[in-house]
């Protein structure tokens, strides 16, 4: 597994703060342990997937608890050995959607899983948020019965809210004349030595380079050669304009960060400002600078899993346009100085 880079640095985000992280592979949680909790005969989800409580989209703010349960289930996503004890609810839908299942607001560290009706499992999430809640973006349903387990990493239990909306897929298309990323396709066992910058140290720290207004790329997640879970993280290096500023708008059909990263020196490289784009949700990044100077910039998932292979992000920035030049013989050319 490739080394987790230390960051000195980060930024305050909308939920209880860790330190913001440019690595593909995800941390190592510390271990944990919690105190025996007394059942609580205010259950509102099921103990078991036989006795699953029947909910309907959409699911909105539904509060319940986990402690009293039993623990019956447990999903490498990407860590197992859970003991918390976990809820179920049933969702069946007419005709295929996508949704997002939430549990942002509750008040422990939560672990997620969709199952079928032949108990397959669907999706599942461990740390979607900075302070380890769980989420679902995206996930496909077809017409049938779903069950949503509510569980918790370790022996964790507690307070959760529940929310399920429909999710609007591919929502964020490409520009026409765009400049393209060019990465290859992301398949179990990929190897990054595109544009993977300080994560990609075996293929001499590779970045990418945005000279153009409108970028189109792809991240999303796959296994690593030796079967951990990693997410594809995109390393730039841009030229401010001579604005001295570069302005960057992001949107993506998954929630993204962007990033800005400085010291430029792999060692000790951490976050200096972020923003969250996506889905269909655009957000700003102002970088000042002297014009002509480099900027690092990085862009990859919110999650170190997630609900398909690849997506599409897209930014817009106060680049200069490439000059278009017409074709020219060299005999023309000649001529010009006749």
């Known amino acids: 597994m490739k080394p987790l880079l230390a960051l000195a640095a980060f ?19 510390p271990p944990v342990t919690y105190p025996v909790q ?34 019956d289930y447990d999903e490498q996503c990407p860590y197992v050995g859970s003991t918390s004890p976990d809820v179920v609810y049933s969702l069946s839908v007419d005709w295929s ?63 959760y809210v529940l929310n399920i909306d429909e999710f609007i897929v591919d929502v964020v298309t490409c520009p026409g004349g765009a400049e393209l990323e060019g990465e290859p396709t992301l398949v179990d066992g990929y190897v990054d030595a595109f544009n993977g910058g ?26 690593s050669p030796d079967g951990s879970r990693y997410r594809d993280t995109d390393w ?28 430029q020196d792999c060692g000790s490289v951490a976050v200096i400002q972020n923003v969250i784009c996506g889905p269909f949700q655009p957000a700003t990044m102002t970088i000042p600078g002297a014009p002509g100077s480099t900027v690092w910039f990085w862009v990859g998932p919110t999650t170190f899993d997630g609900p398909t292979g690849e997506y599409l992000y897209v930014l817009w920035s106060n680049l200069e346009p490439a000059v278009a030049v017409a074709p020219r013989s060299w005999s023309a050319v000649k001529g010009l100085f006749d």
């Open 11 to 29: 930024l305050a985000v909308a939920v209880p703060v860790v330190a913001l992280d440019p690595g593909q592979a995800r941390p190592p949680k």
């Open 38 to 71: 007394a059942p609580d005969p205010e259950r509102q989800g099921g103990d078991t997937i036989a006795d699953a409580v029947a909910v309907f989209l959409p699911v909105h703010d539904l509060v319940g608890t986990t402690v009293g349960y039993t623990d």
């Open 97 to 159: 959607i996508h949704v997002v299942i939430d549990l942002l607001g509750s008040t422990y560290d939560t672990k997620l899983y969709v199952y079928d009706e032949d108990l397959a499992l669907v999706a599942c999430n461990d740390d979607y948020y900075p302070d380890y809640v769980s989420r679902l973006d995206g996930v496909p349903l077809d017409p049938g019965t779903y069950f949503i387990v509510i569980d918790g990493y370790g022996g964790a239990a507690g307070d």
């Open 198 to 223: 300080c994560n990609s140290p075996e293929a001499g720290n590779p970045f990418g380079a945005i000279t153009r207004p409108v970028f189109c790329g792809q991240s999303g997640w796959y296994l």
């Open 236 to 263: 730039f290096e841009i030229v401010v304009p001579d604005a001295g500023f570069l302005e960057i708008t992001g949107d993506a059909n998954f929630t993204t960060y962007l990033f800005e990263l400085g010291p």
